[in-house]
């Protein structure tokens, strides 16, 4: 919300479809999968950056509109599942929503990872947008990342950055940059990850969109 009204408790009339209602994020919502292992990655290590290739699938189901008082989210609520082709155990794994706010053109995303770390990353876009840029940073209150004492020690996070990109194909691709002090190293690290993903399935449609006879659009 760009003021924040009055009445902070009367809600909009929601739309029961969400599928439908997703602007910038419908080309997200989905099953979508590496085509092998082509995703990049940047880690730190000991002895210097680690360059790793990586497998991914992610997926992104609607959920039912979202209101805090009169404030709108449609949203998909995600799921990504990465393995590196050299070992069985998970490489990174990352849960969280994607929510778009039609009355301004904000997007979030909720980024949870199993290391102790929850970032919200906030940007804008239109609703026909074939690219955006979400942002985090350390220390905000309206789109900042907490660690665990541990990470705040030894791999301090000061910000996270997405872009997405939707390309003529169908396919999407991202790019992120997590900026890091590592402890004992000089500067600051860029752990970077990108990808391009590519649909294997139909996103599920939201639970009220299926009680009331909308299936997906
Ligand atoms: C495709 C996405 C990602 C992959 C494949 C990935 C993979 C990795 C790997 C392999 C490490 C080194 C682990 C170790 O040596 O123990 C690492 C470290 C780390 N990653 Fe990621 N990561 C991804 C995204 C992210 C994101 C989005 C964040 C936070 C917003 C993040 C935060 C961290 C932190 C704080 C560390 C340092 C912790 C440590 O090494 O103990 N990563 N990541």
């Given amino acids: 919300m760009a003021e924040i009204p009055d009445d ?4 909009q009339d929601a739309d029961p479809n969400t599928l439908a209602k997703l602007g910038p994020l419908t080309r997200l919502a989905g099953i979508w999968a590496s ?3 082509r995703g990049a990655d940047v880690n730190p ?8 290739i990586y497998s991914e699938r ?3 189901h609607a959920i039912d509109a979202q209101s805090n008082g009169p404030q709108l989210f449609y949203g998909l609520r995600y799921h990504t599942h990465i393995n590196a082709p050299e070992e069985d155990a998970t490489f990174h794994d990352q849960t969280g929503y994607w929510l778009y706010e039609p009355d301004t053109g904000l997007i979030l995303q909720t980024v949870s990872i199993p290391r102790g770390q929850v970032a919200l990353a906030k940007g804008f876009a239109a609703p026909d947008a074939r690219s955006f840029k979400l942002t985090s940073v350390r220390g905000s209150t309206e789109n900042g990342i907490c660690s665990t004492s541990f990470l705040e020690q030894a791999f301090r996070t000061d910000s996270y950055s997405i872009e997405v990109t939707f390309n003529a194909d169908g396919s999407w691709s991202y790019v992120t940059e997590t900026m ?9 690290f860029n752990h ?3 990808n391009t993903l590519f649909k294997v399935g139909e996103p599920n449609p939201n639970p009220l969109s299926l009680i009331v006879g909308q299936g997906p659009i």
């Fill in 45 to 52: 290590k000991a002895e210097g950056p680690e360059h790793r």
């Fill in 58 to 60: 992610f997926e992104a």
């Fill in 35 to 37: 085509q092998g292992p």
């Fill in 192 to 194: 970077k990850d990108q």
């Fill in 8 to 11: 902070i408790f009367t809600e």
């Fill in 180 to 188: 890091m002090a590592v402890r004992g190293q000089e500067g600051i």
